[in-house]
């Protein structure tokens, strides 16, 4: 399968959630004239919709990415089909992302992971943004690359694919805590301190998991932490926002709009920061707030009377 081979042709690909992240992917393959069907749990049959497609891409929300997966796997489908991943959470039971799953159940298959500063509603008001595709098969990733990329929606290959999906994730904590500074009204000097020692956090995180260090200061890193953690466009923020707010976690997540992947992500991130002995002040107290265990000003201090300490371990 060559890049060549695709550039100019027009490819079936089958949108696995027909949420407002998937709904977004759909019409920028559609707009470049490729043939876009979408999936739903309310739409057609999945077998219809999977039916000699080349690319499938799931943005399901974390919780229906197994499910999915198993049920995509009883298709028959070629083995030159790529797989394109978009979700941004961790796995609870395994703490496996969302690419390790799709690639444990279709280990022959090229798995792509999308993900970068792409705000849905932006997108769909066709507003410019840039994103980032990476893969262990380059070739996978730059026919993805060519399905996406437009005047409107700029598209980078990478070779990290687990840096790029951790980097996507993992701010989604970030942006939580995020909400809840701007909701406490705590002013610019604070947000960039959280946003930078976040930043840290999510390098030291992913070290560990064997991500790259460069990839988390590009788009899937820094460019989606600068997004959400400054925009109410962002659910995760919002759900910091809303808290510090005194609002109730579980009243927050029933009035927002779509999916805060943030909140179990905190829960799978603490879990396996627990177990590999990796500092993450930061998560530890969102996961505290989120768990009624702190409220926003007492997290606040938790965080600020820490141990003074040098910035970096050289
Ligand atoms: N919105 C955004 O700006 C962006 C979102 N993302 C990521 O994309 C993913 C989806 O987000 P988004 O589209 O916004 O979320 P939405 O809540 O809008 O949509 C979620 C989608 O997942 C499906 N889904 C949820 N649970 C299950 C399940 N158990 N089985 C099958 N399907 C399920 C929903 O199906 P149904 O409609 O049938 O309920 C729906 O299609 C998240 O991981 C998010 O972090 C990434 C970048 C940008
Ligand atoms: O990941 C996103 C933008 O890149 C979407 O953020 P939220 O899930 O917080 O809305």
Partial sequence: MS?????NSKLSVAILGAGAWGASLANLAAANGHQVRVWSRQGSQIQAVLKDVQIVLSAISMIGVRDVASQVQSFPLSPETIFVTATKGLDPQTTCTPS???Q???PNHAVVVLSGPNLSKEIQMELPAATVVASNIPTAAEIVQLVFSSGRFRVYTNPDPLGVELGGTL?????IAAGVCDGLQLGTNAK????TRGLTEMVRIGNNWGAKTETFYGLSGLGDLLATCNSPLSRNYQVGYQLAGGKSLTETLANLQGTAEGVNTCQVLMQRAKQQNIPVPITEQVY????GEVTPRQALDELMLRDIKPEYNY
Avoid: G
């Fill in 288 to 291: 505290r707030l989120l768990q």
């Fill in 192 to 195: 960039a301190a959280l946003v």
């Fill in 104 to 106: 444990t159940v279709f």
């Fill in 3 to 7: 890049e060549q081979m695709y550039s």
């Fill in 100 to 102: 390790q799953i799709w």
């Fill in 171 to 175: 701010k989604n904590v970030i942006a």
